[in-house]
């Protein structure tokens, strides 16, 4: 870390970091403000606004028109710029189709400000696997994912995707039902998939060059994602250490989103009763066995799943440290290792010469206290000043 230290940014780019700034710059003065680059959450969804009970869930694909949701959507990427957070990669849209591409591309042309995103458009869901229940049988709702099945219906389903405009792929490769928990202490239930149709629909993906991440929260469907060749693993709840070591050694990212692990699951996991009680004890320890073998651990909140104003997406960092991490480490998960994940190495998540304009800062030093970045009041996205504290920023005096 350098006091005083010197970053300059041309249009929408950093173009030196130390060293005297050219004369003819702006200068802006931090003060004992700490600058990072702009944070990356690497597990989104713009187009909820909260899905704490099945209710809150049904209402918004049943009751919410789809463009009520897109206005309420373009409030979310303001509250995300706010807590410093310039990148997204937002991971479904919950019923609300291909709206995700059309918002990230009203945000590259300018027409609404917000975060950078990488979008997934629908997530993929095996035929029957995802249904909202509770209503009579003979009546036919939204569903909140694509729906395939088959080999050559999950390499349909991929290439409809892709001509859509996605720049990821979305698999649920497990779904909850028959949760149960195994002898030597994971949760398990019956994975949606063959194998077979998860090969299938990653390789197509992989060989149209785009990524796949896998929503698995038992073990069996983590294992079978994980041979599939996926590129990220969403929640992890139960990994064993061989399955930890498997992602280690071909290079499968982890984004455990252990805030909504907090605010959705851990909160109703009482009054679902066993094994839902054990979800966050079996979660931790797989997080454990992740850093222990070395997978990259990358920050992802799963916003969308809690409410966008309920909680700083920051908060994520803090439970890392909570778990052991140091802040660095933790800062890390937030922008080199998301960057590497999202393969913007370079161009996102650091402050060096040729990468994007997108900065934060927050008072004090958070290598110290984490919980400064939840106090991010400086946020700079593509070059321009888009949050700012009540009293502005000082000009820096003339060199």
């Known amino acids: 870390m350098t006091a005083d230290g010197v970053v300059v940014c041309r249009g929408d780019r950093i173009e030196q970091v130390g060293g005297p700034p050219p004369p003819d710059a702006e200068l802006l ?36 028109d789809p463009a009520h949701r897109v206005v309420r959507a373009v409030r979310s990427l303001g509250i995300a710029l706010g807590h410093g957070f310039t990148t997204l ?49 003979d009546w036919r709702f939204p569903v909140g994912v694509a729906e395939c099945e088959g080999v050559e219906g999950c390499r349909s389903e991929v290439r409809r995707e892709i001509a859509r405009g996605v720049d990821w792929i979305k698999v649920y490769a497990t779904q909850g039902r028959g949760l149960h928990l195994t002898d030597d202490g994971y949760l398990d239930a019956p994975p949606p998939w063959t194998q077979a149709e998860l090969d299938a629909l990653v390789d197509e993906a992989h060989r149209q060059g785009l990524r796949v991440a896998a929503h698995a929260s038992e073990a069996t469907g ?19 250490p061989a399955t930890a070591r498997a992602m280690a ?45 070395g997978v990259p651990i990358v920050c992802g909140t799963d916003v969308g799943g809690f409410g966008w104003e309920d909680v700083n997406q920051a908060e994520e960092l803090r439970i890392l440290v909570e778990l052991g991490w140091s ?34 800062a927050c008072p004090g030093d958070p290598l110290e206290e984490i919980g400064r970045v939840l106090d991010i009041d400086v946020v700079v996205r593509a070059g321009r000043v888009v949050v700012a504290p009540p009293n502005g920023l000082n000009p820096a005096p003339a060199a």
Do not use: K
């Open 29 to 64: 003065d931090l003060g004992d403000r700490t600058l990072l680059p702009g944070l990356i959450d690497a597990h989104t969804h713009v187009l909820l606004q909260g899905n704490r009970s099945r209710e809150a869930y049904a209402h918004q694909i049943l009751r919410e």
């Open 89 to 137: 990669r937002d991971l479904g849209t919950e019923g609300c189709g291909f709206a995700d591409v059309a918002i990230r591309d009203a945000v590259a042309e300018g027409v609404v400000p917000g975060p950078g995103l990488l979008v997934a458009g629908p997530a993929i869901g095996r035929t029957g696997t995802y249904p909202i229940l509770g209503y009579r049988s």
């Open 222 to 240: 983590t294992d079978m994602a994980v041979a599939a060749g996926v590129d990220s693993i969403e929640h992890g709840y139960s990994i064993r």
């Open 249 to 293: 050694a071909r290079g499968v990212a982890l984004v455990p989103t252990l805030l909504v692990a907090r605010e959705v699951s851990g909160n109703r996991a009482a009054e679902r009763g066993a094994p839902w009680t054990e979800v966050p004890d079996v979660h931790r320890r797989s997080v454990e066995n992740c850093r222990q073998a």
């Open 327 to 360: 802040p660095l480490e933790a800062i890390q998960s937030a922008t080199l290792l998301a960057a590497r994940l999202l393969q913007r190495e370079g161009q996102l998540g650091e402050l060096t010469a040729g990468a994007a304009a997108d900065l934060a």
